[in-house]
């Protein structure tokens, strides 16, 4: 439980607020903190609801106002909505006009015709059930989670501005889309006054593919860039520099992050950066987020956690998000073994 039901609330925000950065993002005038917390892992049916709450409390007292869900985030689908719903109404009831609180559609959320895919008809009906799930009026942000290869983007942009001019959501925002999708994106929802306040993107010192468009895209068109699995789902950390723990995110049989992802390749480069790392007097979870914000196009970086160890660890990287041309360039020699990228 938080301290609120004890102090003022007012002052208890400001005091722990002071510690975060915020940027704007894009041209918009919504401020984001640097740090946000998404829940693709850790939060489902399948996980700890006690230290799921945890972690979800400490966020927001760190700060970390933003909490990024799916419909089809869990496992069972659903349920890490269910449960932040649950969390929500018990611990920060009071609160939701201070969190930025956002879900996706687009990926497999249950078997059968209209329960994949980008078109209307999924847009349509997974907002509902995500409203219904997680108990609130409204998101702050929707996106659709990924172009399905199908549906024209017409047709997915059209149901986004919809559900905005529904009061569903305040804002809009597109992942993963293809740089020259992306763009379309950006045209079709700018004509409706509806823009698309934020794009997703995986980034990491192990996936920069979007330095080659999508970055500069959503720069150039106003859009925010949130950067998701900063840390390579737990490969940029110290987390599998000794072997695989048990109950790691590669150890877990509904982990995303398979066995083999964590290389030799990748592991002995995660060592080398852990040095790096330390001579900065940070961790390497700490350096790897810095490095994502170190370019001020980036709004914000989502991490996952499955521990408020790991979130304290995380929030430290804003005491320090500048590199020298040395360390960058140290970083840089041993980023380039293509064996390391996803
Ligand atoms: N738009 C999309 O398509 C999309 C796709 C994927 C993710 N996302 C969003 O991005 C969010 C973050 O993704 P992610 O969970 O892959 O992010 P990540 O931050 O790269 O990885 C998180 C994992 O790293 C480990 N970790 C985190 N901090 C650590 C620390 N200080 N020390 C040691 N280990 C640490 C934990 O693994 P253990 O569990 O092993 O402890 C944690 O679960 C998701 O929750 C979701 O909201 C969006």
Request: hydrophobic share 40%.
């Amino acid at each position: 439980m938080t301290l609120n039901v004890f102090f003022n609330p007012f002052l208890y925000t400001i005091k722990f607020y002071n510690l975060m950065k915020y940027r704007y993002c894009g041209k918009s005038g919504l401020q984001m903190p640097v740090v946000s917390l998404g829940l693709w892992h850790n939060f489902g049916d399948a996980d700890d609801f006690g230290v799921a709450t945890d972690i979800i409390v400490s966020a927001f007292d760190l700060g970390i106002c933003h909490f990024d869900l799916a419909n089809n985030y869990g496992p069972a689908p659903g349920s890490a909505e269910t449960n932040f719903g649950k969390i929500l109404r018990k611990e920060l009831a009071s609160h939701r006009d201070e969190m930025l609180i956002t879900s996706k559609a687009g990926h497999e959320m249950w078997p059968g015709v209209y329960g994949d895919g980008s078109s209307r008809k999924n847009l349509m009906a997974s907002i509902n059930q995500s409203l219904k799930r997680t108990g609130l009026d409204y998101f702050d942000i929707f996106y659709s989670h990924r172009y399905d290869g199908v549906t024209p983007v017409e047709e997915t942009m059209q149901a986004l501005i919809d559900i905005v001019r529904q009061g569903k959501a305040l804002y809009v925002g597109i992942s993963k889309y293809p740089v020259h999708l992306q763009q379309k994106c950006y045209d079709i929802l700018k004509e409706a006054k509806v823009p698309c306040l934020v794009s997703q993107y995986r980034y990491s010192m192990y996936d920069r593919k979007i330095e080659s468009g999508n970055l500069e895209c959503a720069a150039s068109n106003g859009s925010g860039m949130v950067a998701f699995s900063p840390l390579a789902q737990g490969l940029l950390t110290d987390r599998y520099l000794n072997g695989i723990p048990e109950h790691s995110r590669a150890a877990r049989a509904t982990g995303f992050l398979q066995k083999e992802q964590v290389s030799d390749a990748r592991v002995e480069a995660s060592r080398k950066l852990n040095e790096i790392a330390q001579h900065r007097g940070q961790t390497l979870a700490q350096m790897a987020l810095a490095w994502v914000l170190k370019d001020e196009r980036m709004t914000s970086v989502i991490v996952g956690a499955s521990s408020v160890r790991q979130l304290n660890d995380n929030i430290k990287c804003i005491e320090n998000l500048e590199f020298s041309s040395d360390e960058l360039s140290l970083i840089d020699g041993i980023l380039k073994d293509p064996a390391l990228s996803f």
